[in-house]
């Protein structure tokens, strides 16, 4: 039987795996859950929109004659990752998932880890800073019980509806961004210290360097608990998987 693919996307990852299957010629649909106004266009069929939870995610399944999921969704995006889990599961079709290894502290940096946002909402007492927050639109309004600090937030599109913080700035920028950008950037909006997730890869990593180099505190939130599956970091590993199941 020939296969046909489900990539639940929205990465650089993603949307690498994405070309490489449009010049294989693979039979594939790409699938943006619908957070971003202007998603990059895909080279293979794609769609825009929640399944309606695992159950809608079956049922898809089944109906498209989906024989392999391919989750290289964000690292954070823990619940979708957990419907395909189970979907995949409930269905008997193939999941693996294209990840991105987790960043580690290097010399020179100077980390906070944190569980989750409430804890580096709660990191963040103290006396007013300024503070880079680039967590997504999605995650803002709980650091309005830290009103004392100005924010300057990194957003991919101009938000629709008024942000909950007292005190803050939003830059409009999509990703990947460099070293030498993000350096002025922090400079610029001096910027005291960089609250970001553990999302890995290198398309979000020069905030990082840029923190180091300015010798800049990051607190750095976790990875969520996801879901016992095959996880490959390398597009032509999974390729291979899904060639050979």
Not at 168 to 173: G, P, S
Not at 181 to 191: C, K, M, N, P
Not at 194 to 218: F, I, T
Request: with cysteine; charged share 20%.
């Amino acid at each position: 039987m020939s296969c046909k693919l489900l990539i639940l996307g929205g990465t650089t990852e993603a949307s690498m795996l994405a070309r490489a299957v449009a010049e294989r010629g693979m039979n594939a649909v790409f699938s943006y859950a619908g957070r971003v106004a202007a998603p990059r266009i895909q080279p293979i069929p794609q769609r825009v929109g929640g399944f309606g939870g695992v159950d809608g995610l079956v049922r898809y399944l089944h109906e498209h004659n989906i024989t392999h999921v391919i989750d290289a969704t964000h690292p954070f995006a823990a619940q979708m990752s957990w419907n395909a889990y189970h979907a995949c599961r409930e269905a008997g079709v193939d999941l693996v998932a294209l990840t991105r290894p987790a960043w580690s502290a290097q010399k020179g940096d100077d980390w906070t880890r944190v569980r989750d946002v409430a804890g580096a909402v709660a990191a963040l007492g103290g006396g007013a800073r300024r503070v880079m927050l680039a967590l997504g639109k999605l995650n803002l309004p709980a650091f309005a019980a830290q009103p004392q600090h100005h924010y300057v937030l990194r957003l991919v599109d101009t938000p629709e509806d008024e942000i909950a913080l007292p005190h803050h700035t939003v830059v409009v920028a999509r990703g990947p961004f460099d070293v030498a950008g993000d350096t002025v950037l922090f400079r610029e909006h001096r910027v005291d210290v960089v609250v970001c997730k553990n999302a890995g890869g290198v398309g979000a990593e020069a905030k990082l360097q840029a923190a180091r180099d300015l010798r800049l505190p990051v607190i750095m939130i976790d990875r969520p608990k996801l879901p016992p599956r095959l996880e490959l970091a390398v597009v032509e590993e999974v390729l291979e998987r899904v060639q050979s199941t």
